[in-house]
């Protein structure tokens, strides 16, 4: 019987571990493995692989210290502690909630006062915290900047110097100065202030006439908002643990999410899209004969599938269902996964969307850093609350006993 890939026999768990498969069992014993009967009426067991993988990442470090400290930047063991997002068995969770039902049923605004302060009321927080109550925003030296990165950047370091409020580190205040960002990136976005809430507020300006596309930008950002360490999370708590304002922890965060192996990958996407749209089969066949992969399907944390994707094509779908981008991505997603397995992400998913609403380029990219942008806000509240330096130490490989 071939078992799921989460699971693993007692043999590919033991080969894994370097140890007998007597051993194996004592591990369960002492409960440092979790096992459960196949179904399939024999007396065999199968193993969590993601417990193998802990044990085995463990063993690591205690045998390579070096080693596995280097192993663990890199999908391998946890390197911090946080309260904020949980990636489990195909799901995604925040602080505990499923984060798909948050984006179905809860506001943008309810998901960041979750994420920043644990409770789903944002109360006045952004009645607070939005333009009303900051210096207002220089937009119109924004217009000659074309790509959403640079121009958010460059929004929050203007607005900055203005605000000292974001030197004050209770997490309410955190949250406070979060509000404001996420607030002033919405307005470089939409290019007027926001009066109402921020999913209506990018409807209102990003996609006029369309009304039902209000659930899908609030879906999306909600669906970015957080994906545990990822890179720009993992440079977000870095400049934070120093010190720094929530100002500069955004910043960093974008310039860390505009990477082509990060948010950026959405541009890559939007390429195989108008490949795709003079010839799907053609389009695959580029790449596959490259030996590369295709943009915006397969995920590593997501073997089944990436649910942030599913859900909102789920959603496009629902709501534009006679349109031809979204009859073009499911023609496109079904020959891919026919030929390779792999499902789409949450990148494929996101520019499947900015297409459908013909929204102006580089419109993926930017939803999602604006979702992510309350991510990186949650990380810095939750890192200053450690008081603690997030300094890793080199393993030095280079040259020694130079002279000049």
């Known amino acids: 019987m071939e078992l799921p890939t989460r699971y693993l026999s007692a043999r590919e768990a033991a080969d894994r ?18 096992s459960e009967a196949v179904d ?54 925040y602080r505990g909630y499923d984060a798909l039902g948050l984006a179905q049923q809860r506001s943008v605004e309810e998901v960041a006062s979750l994420i920043w302060l644990d409770h789903l009321d944002p109360g006045d927080l952004f009645a607070q915290g939005g333009d009303a109550q900051a210096p207002a925003p220089q937009l119109e030296a924004l217009d000659a900047v074309q790509h959403p990165i640079e121009c958010y950047q460059a929004t929050l370091a203007r607005a900055a110097a203005g605000d000292l409020a974001a030197y004050l580190t209770t997490p309410e205040a955190m949250a406070a100065t ?45 669906l970015c908002a957080d994906h545990e360490l990822n890179v720009s999370a993992f440079t977000a708590r ?17 310039a ?16 195989l899209l108008r490949e795709a749209n003079d010839g799907i089969a053609g389009a695959v066949a580029s790449y596959l004969r490259q030996g590369a992969s295709i943009p915006g399907f397969g995920h590593r944390l997501y ?12 959603m496009v779908n629902a709501r534009y269902a006679n349109a031809a981008i979204p009859a073009l991505a ?44 309350i991510g990186w806000i949650g990380h810095a509240i939750e890192q200053a609350a450690t008081e603690q330096l997030i300094r890793p130490r080199a393993r030095y490989v280079g040259a020694q006993g130079r002279t000049l």
Do not use: W
């Open 256 to 271: 860390a999410l505009q990477g082509h192996r990060h948010g950026g990958h959405t541009e890559r996407v939007g390429h």
């Open 40 to 93: 399939d009426g024999s007396r065999a067991r199968r193993y969590y692989a993601e417990d193998v993988e802990a044990l085995r990442s463990r063993k690591e470090m205690r045998r390579d210290p070096e080693s596995g400290a280097q192993n663990a930047l890199s999908y391998g063991m946890p390197v911090l502690e946080s309260a904020i997002t949980l990636i489990e068995d195909g799901c995604l969770f």
């Open 303 to 314: 073997p089944d599938g990436d649910p942030r994707a599913r859900l909102l094509l789920e």
């Open 238 to 254: 870095c400049v934070a643990s120093a010190g720094s304002t929530p100002y500069a922890v955004v910043i960093a965060g974008l």
């Open 178 to 222: 979060g509000a404001r960002i996420l607030h002033r990136l919405v307005a470089a976005t939409t290019r007027q202030p926001v009066a109402t809430s921020i999913a209506q507020a990018l409807q209102g300006a990003c996609a006029p006439g369309q009304p039902a596309s209000v659930e899908l930008f609030s879906a999306a950002l909600i």
């Open 330 to 373: 499911n023609e496109l997603r079904r020959t891919v996964h026919a030929l390779t397995g792999a499902q789409p992400t949450v990148d494929f998913a996101l520019e499947v969307m900015a297409r459908t609403l013909e929204l102006p380029p580089h419109a993926a990219l930017a939803l999602f850093a604006l979702g992510r942008t």
């Open 17 to 34: 571990l370097g140890i007998s498969v007597a051993t194996l069992y004592a591990y369960v014993s002492r409960g440092l493995l979790r």
